[in-house]
């Protein structure tokens, strides 16, 4: 550090009440970059170095995924008729445009947004005149925080030297709290920039910011200030859930803690192996970034429940890989073959769970000729061949009830009809058959680590089908008396 670096940096903390500008004792270039602030000392500046906005719901209304009919047409929005320029933004840009007190000459101006309607949001700044005002533009649906990667590549601005406006303060589609954590400024504004005073107090907040640069600081909608923390990963937290996507296995959480506003994501791969939640679950779990770097549940322990619980069972597994696991599920594979004894200890009648193992079974695609040679068409194979939604390789998936096993004759095997049951020629089937006598697929996937032969998984009841876990005899006899069944009598 210089010694007119430090003097400076002295005489802003020692003074702000006398002089609430901050000193610089080096030129700063005017017109352009400034070179990385990497291992060189920042100079403080009253105004940033760069100030970027996000576009929707920020600079303009509406935000661009809402004007379906437009998309419809198959026709670009119109600046001022289809879209229009927040009051505060407008008045914001002709400053900048006019800047009659040269106050940001040597500031730079940016876009950065995640809209997918990319055409329009460029097409938008050409008709609304803005192409002119921003040095930088970045857009693309993603990660916003690439957006600010990009933007310090190209500039040279450091992120400290930064200053953001956005609607989205966290959460899945926020902004604001992952830009903060780089160590920039950011300004969040939900219902737009509608008015002037919300730019002049952030500047302002700027000036008195730019003394310390604490990361991970938010300008709030009513002008206060959020400082946030570092992640502790070993704190434990409580909270309980508030909204699941079984669909997607993923949730929310709302966090026991007063000031926290936001809550926090979690994906169904972090929860107990074999457990279920449902909304207002009380959880208890750490809090660490996730692979798109932002804030979600970690370790989670379900508080109200337990793994041996009066609603969990135990029950056999067994392993298939796809496609074999897949045509089994959605119920076209009706016998199982296996040349060891895997399933003769088990009577008729036994219930057991289906596991999707992690890898494709390499068969040469010979069980595709096998389902054309029944008539059945592609479309028809690829649905067969596939899991739904929410379920995927590494889960239990399915809950099956094995008829009888019996031994065969390759002569039997290579029969038409049991090749089709099985999905394989005679010669690549196993000599000992077992009959599915049905099979349903779980409310939910449960994750979980496979094992060869046939192993034990405790599960939550709640994820098994109705009827399923009752003593009462079940439908099987009746559906193989309607053909739905492939008898295994050779």
């Not at 604001?176 to 500047?203: D, F, K, M, Q, R």
């Not at 009462?472 to 009598?489: C, I, Q, R």
């Amino acid at each position: 550090m210089t010694a007119a670096t430090l003097i400076s940096l002295l005489l802003s903390l020692l003074l702000p009440h006398k002089f609430p500008f901050a000193f610089a004792f080096a030129p700063r270039h005017v017109n352009g970059a400034i070179g990385s602030t990497s291992g060189r000392a920042i100079y403080l500046r009253s105004v940033p170095s760069l100030i970027v906005f996000d576009l929707d719901n920020t600079l303009w209304t509406p935000e661009l995924y809402q004007l379906r009919s437009i998309a419809r047409d198959n026709r670009h929005p119109v600046a001022h008729r289809d879209v229009k320029l927040f009051p505060g933004a407008h008045k914001i840009i002709q400053q900048i445009k006019e800047d009659p007190e040269k106050r940001f000459v040597g500031t730079k101006f940016a876009v950065a947004s995640r809209t997918k309607s990319v055409d329009w949001a460029h097409s938008l700044l050409d008709q609304f005149e803005l192409r002119d005002v921003f040095d930088f533009v970045e857009i693309f649906p993603g990660d916003k925080k690439q957006h600010f990667r990009n933007l310090r590549r190209a500039s040279g601005i450091d992120f400290s030297e930064m200053l953001f406006f956005d609607d989205a303060r966290d959460g899945k589609y926020g902004n604001c709290e992952p830009v903060s954590s780089l160590g920039v400024l950011s300004v969040h504004t939900p219902h737009g920039i509608y008015e002037e005073s919300i730019w002049t107090n952030a500047l302002e907040h700027y000036k008195e910011w730019s003394v310390h640069r604490s990361p991970r600081t938010i300008i709030e909608w009513d002008n206060s200030i959020t400082v946030g923390s570092a992640v502790d990963v070993n704190q434990r937290h409580k909270g309980r859930v508030k909204f699941l996507n079984r669909e997607k296995r993923f949730g929310f959480i709302e966090r026991d803690q007063q000031k926290v506003i936001s809550d926090l994501f979690f994906h169904f791969n972090d929860l107990p192996v074999g457990q279920v939640v449902k909304e207002g679950d009380e959880l208890n779990f750490s809090v660490s970034p996730s692979k798109n770097g932002k804030l979600a549940a970690s370790n989670i322990e379900i508080v109200n429940k337990s793994i041996y619980d009066s609603n969990t069972i135990e029950m056999r597994t067994f392993s298939m890989n796809l496609p074999f696991a897949a045509l089994l599920a959605n119920g076209y594979k009706i016998l199982e073959t296996r040349n060891g004894t895997m399933f003769t200890p088990y009577p008729e009648g036994t219930k057991m769970l289906l596991h999707v193992g992690q890898r494709i079974y390499p068969d040469g695609d010979r069980h595709i000729e096998i389902m054309k040679s029944g008539g059945l068409a592609d479309n028809e194979i690829r649905t067969l061949k596939s899991l739904p939604p929410g379920f995927a390789k590494g889960m239990v998936v399915a809950i099956v009830e094995l008829g009888k096993t019996f031994e065969t004759t390759l002569e039997q095997r290579c029969d038409p009809d049991f090749q089709r049951a099985v999905g394989a020629y005679g010669q690549d089937s196993g000599m000992r058959a077992t009959e599915i006598r049905r099979v349903e697929y779980l409310k939910q996937g449960i994750k979980v680590s496979g094992q060869g032969g046939i192993f034990k998984v405790n599960v939550n009841k709640d994820v098994i089908p109705n009827g399923w876990l009752d003593d009462t005899p079940n439908t099987a006899d009746k559906l193989n008396e309607k053909g739905y069944f492939y008898s295994g009598t050779f």
